[in-house]
Each structure stands twice: as structure tokens, then as C-alpha cells.
């Protein structure tokens, strides 16, 4: 069993910046991916940026420019820096991984959520 959690969130201003922070524990092998997903009042969830085992990024149109997704594989945590913070961008962000676990499976998982609000 792998476990996220997740941190950072709360309630900004437009323009404003936070920065989530995700940390897996458990039985884990290696971290082949980690992303980070919102889901807004009446929406469905979206991707927002995810970051592969290569270290490379990609980012939903939405936020690029704005934010960045990085890692720390020592710490076996995903950020997620945003900038410029637009009220659009209010919803439950969720942290997702795709891990091998110590028994050589491949599982997905995903954390709690944690609210982000941005006001006018």
C-alpha cells in the first residue's frame, strides 16, 4: 500500500502563489510518474501538469506559464508551484502517482485533495 499526502493549499489571492506539496510513503519500489489533477465545483477532474520518471514535464494549457511541477526523488514528493493565480483556477487539487510497488506491481494511486481558493 502506497500512501500521498498532500499540503499547501488555502485561500489566495488572484495573483497570488501557492505551492502544494505531495509525499508518497509506503511500499514502494520506484515512483514511475506523479501528476497533479484538479477537480472544480460541476467539473470533471483534469490534468494539470505530471512529471515521468525522465523528469520531464507537461502542463494543461491552462496553467502553463504559471505553473511548474517538480520532484524530489530523495524525498519521494511532487510540487506544484502556482504563480498568478486566477480565480479559475479554484478547485480540489489531487495528487496522483504511479508507483512499483516492493511486491513489483505497478499500482495507481492518488491523495486526499487539498482545496485551493482564489478570490477576486
Known amino acids: 500500500q502506497v500512501q500521498l499526502v498532500e499540503s499547501g493549499g488555502g485561500l489566495v489571492q488572484a495573483g497570488g502563489s501557492l505551492r502544494l506539496s505531495c509525499a508518497a510513503s509506503?511500499?514502494?519500489?520506484?515512483?514511475?510518474?506523479m501528476a497533479w489533477y484538479r477537480q472544480a465545483p460541476g467539473k470533471q477532474r483534469e490534468l494539470v501538469a505530471n512529471i515521468p520518471s525522465s523528469g520531464s514535464t507537461n502542463y494543461a494549457d491552462s496553467v502553463k506559464g504559471r505553473f511548474t511541477v517538480s520532484r524530489d526523488n530523495a524525498k519521494n514528493t511532487v510540487y506544484l508551484q502556482m504563480n498568478s493565480l486566477k480565480p479559475e483556477d479554484t478547485a480540489v487539487y489531487y495528487c496522483?502517482?504511479?508507483?512499483?510497488?516492493?511486491?513489483?506491481?505497478?499500482?495507481?494511486?492518488w491523495g486526499q485533495g487539498t482545496q485551493v481558493t482564489v478570490s477576486l
Open positions: 509506503g511500499s514502494i519500489f520506484s515512483i514511475n510518474a
Open positions: 496522483n502517482g504511479l508507483f512499483t510497488t516492493l511486491q513489483g506491481v505497478w499500482r495507481r494511486y
